[in-house]
């Protein structure tokens, strides 16, 4: 498997929760000398209602980004998800520092939330040995985009710094993987709002690529009474069913 980095806050560009059916999920990628790139991946409909599978092999001078994920309609569902993999491939002589974001547009729904996560990966190393590390913060972070904000909430984080793995020659290194609201999606966070996404902040060696599989839940909870009023909806209408 390979990865790709999130970018900073402020590449966070959104569209508002009026345009956000799920048609188009957003990817930066920059890193220390490798670059910078951005792009919308198009979804195709997996069958299931609402959600949509997003396939990507993007190439550049200096890295490679390859992806598949999958991904709701909040516009549709109540549940916004995104879930999959990402690999990223340094193309570079030298060690670089890799931040990618990965941004789904989400329509602002409920009074409070649900969210849960994952993160494990692999790294694969070249010819003089392989290097992954955190970059003085956490390597993944799950965020949450107020509704009308400009701003990103950080609900959680997985892979702390200080973190390493190195791998021999031709080798692989195991990211062992790591969760947060289990079972997911099973931790009280803010509301969804205009969007939700992962950001990743990383070390990369020379020639080395790393692969994640990855996953963010976002459940929205209705306002209280909202199970009532439906109820009552349904009891009045069998009862103009009976009078008709």
Do not use: E, H
């Not at 890193?31 to 195709?44: D, K, P, V």
């Amino acid at each position: 498997m390979q990865f790709a980095i999130l970018t900073s806050a402020a590449a966070l560009a959104l569209v508002g929760s009026a345009s956000a059916a799920m048609s188009n999920l957003q990817f930066n990628v920059t890193s220390s000398g490798a670059g910078s790139a951005s792009w919308s991946s198009t979804g195709t409909a997996t069958g299931t209602a609402g959600q949509y599978q997003f396939t990507g092999d993007q190439r550049y001078v200096g890295f490679n980004a390859q992806f598949d994920l999958t991904c709701n309609d909040t516009s549709v569902l109540d549940r916004g998800l995104i879930g999959g993999s990402f690999t990223l491939t340094n193309n570079t002589a030298s060690l670089q520092t890799f931040t990618i974001d990965v941004i789904l547009p989400t329509v602002a729904q409920g009074t409070s939330a649900l969210a849960g996560g994952s993160v494990s990966g692999l790294l694969t190393a070249d010819f003089d040995g392989g290097f992954f590390s955190t970059a003085g913060t956490s390597a993944w972070s799950y965020l949450v985009r107020a509704a009308g904000s400009q701003a990103d909430t950080t609900i959680a984080s997985l892979i702390n710094s200080p973190f390493s793995v190195t791998a021999n020659p031709f080798g692989i290194g195991v990211i062992p993987g790591q969760a947060f609201g289990t079972p997911i999606p099973g931790m009280p966070t803010i509301p969804m709002g205009d969007a939700m996404g992962i950001r990743m902040v990383f070390q990369l060696g020379a020639g080395d690529t790393v692969d994640f599989g990855t996953s963010f839940v976002l459940q929205a909870v209705p306002a209280p009474g909202a199970g009532a009023v439906l109820g009552i909806a349904a009891i009045l209408g069998k009862g103009r069913r009976r009078r008709a």
